[in-house]
């Protein structure tokens, strides 16, 4: 069955053609009109890299830095896997458990699941395919969305990025987080656009409009794509960066599809590489970046999701098993 829906966006009235291909074994979605044809990318050829996501409960960068047994290599720049590779799935456990971390224990929700990503670029583009099997588990509905797949990507401008990945611009503030007591929302912040961080994180304490500015011209910001997934199979697409909050942009850059077959989940988001517009990170050859992955897996908003320790990655000479980085991103 092929429907063609029209999705009205404000302000800015936007056609979409929405083609959602339905059967007994699974369907597959496409979200605005492709960069170029991802269908003649054959992915079977491209190195796999797997990745273990963990439920991570109130930890933010604040605790990372103060509370946290290992918080004095933590300050001194010391990445996360250096101690916690493969142990992903015991932290996890324990703090879905409620043993540390998690003041509202989520009953029988794994602790842990395993993604499978492949990157590969062209003259034009980036992209990157993420794979995740569907648990089948629901602590919800506190969303809309069955699944949110995020990726966020920074150039190491943000300097916690490449040390906690996601953790660096989730702090102890932010809404549900142990130290967030007001009645508004706080969202993702780099620690740059505040005037200090405290123990407790920076609060509403902007550093002013200028150098605010500046941040933003000089790309120290992470920049983030993102498919959302309902539970009828409409799909939609976000696409921002961070920097004092979310920013999101509009344009058409990025793009993303879906897929869902045997109970796996196929997502594959692709960006155009040489741009330099606002809010975007041009990826350029032989430079390294950082790579954060978060799954909101089951009908879940907010903290109460799977992230990953940032992975490096690169397109060119420092890619790949040879090279220095983690994710190998091969040319097509």
């Known amino acids: 069955m092929i429907l063609m829906i029209k999705i009205k966006q404000t302000p800015t009235l936007i056609l979409l053609m929405l083609f959602l291909t339905a059967s007994s074994s699974g ?20 190195e796999e890299k797997t990745v273990t ?20 290599s933590v300050r001194k720049g010391a990445p996360c896997l250096e101690c916690h590779e493969d142990e992903e799935k015991e932290m996890g456990n324990i703090i879905v458990r409620g043993e540390k971390l998690e003041p509202f224990p989520i009953k029988d929700k794994p602790g842990f699941i395993k993604v499978k990503i492949k990157s590969t670029y062209d003259d034009y583009n980036i992209y990157f395919q993420v794979q995740w099997k569907d648990l089948g588990f629901k602590s919800g509905p506190t969303s809309q969305f069955k699944n949110k797949v995020t990726l966020m ?23 549900n987080m142990n130290s967030h007591k007001e009645k508004n929302e706080r969202q993702l912040y780099t620690s740059a656009s505040r005037v200090k961080i405290k123990k407790s994180g920076g609060g509403d304490n902007f550093i002013d409009d ?13 920049e983030y794509w993102q498919l959302r997934l309902t539970n009828n199979g409409q799909s939609s697409t976000s696409h921002g960066y961070i920097l004092e909050k979310r920013h999101k942009i509009n344009n058409k850059q990025f793009d993303a599809s879906v897929t869902h077959k045997n109970n796996i989940w196929t997502a594959i988001f692709s960006r155009k590489r040489n741009i330099n517009s606002k809010g975007i990170i041009p990826l350029n050859r032989n430079h390294e970046y950082t790579l954060g992955i978060a799954l909101h897996d089951d009908y879940v908003s907010g903290r109460n999701h799977y992230v990953g320790f940032g992975r490096t990655f690169s397109l060119g000479e420092l890619s790949g098993s040879n090279g220095n980085s983690e994710i190998t991103v091969q040319k097509q």
């Open 27 to 46: 369907y597959s979605a496409s979200i605005n009109k492709p960069n170029t044809d991802i269908s003649n990318i054959n992915w079977e050829k491209i």
């Open 53 to 72: 996501l963990f439920y991570p409960g109130q930890s933010s960068w604040e605790w990372l830095l103060t509370r946290h047994s290992a918080a004095k």
């Open 153 to 175: 990507i920074g150039d190491n401008s943000v300097k916690e990025f490449p040390v906690a990945g996601c953790w660096g611009v989730c702090h102890d503030d932010a809404t």
């Open 210 to 222: 200028n150098h605010l500015t500046s941040l933003l011209e000089e790309k120290n910001i992470l």
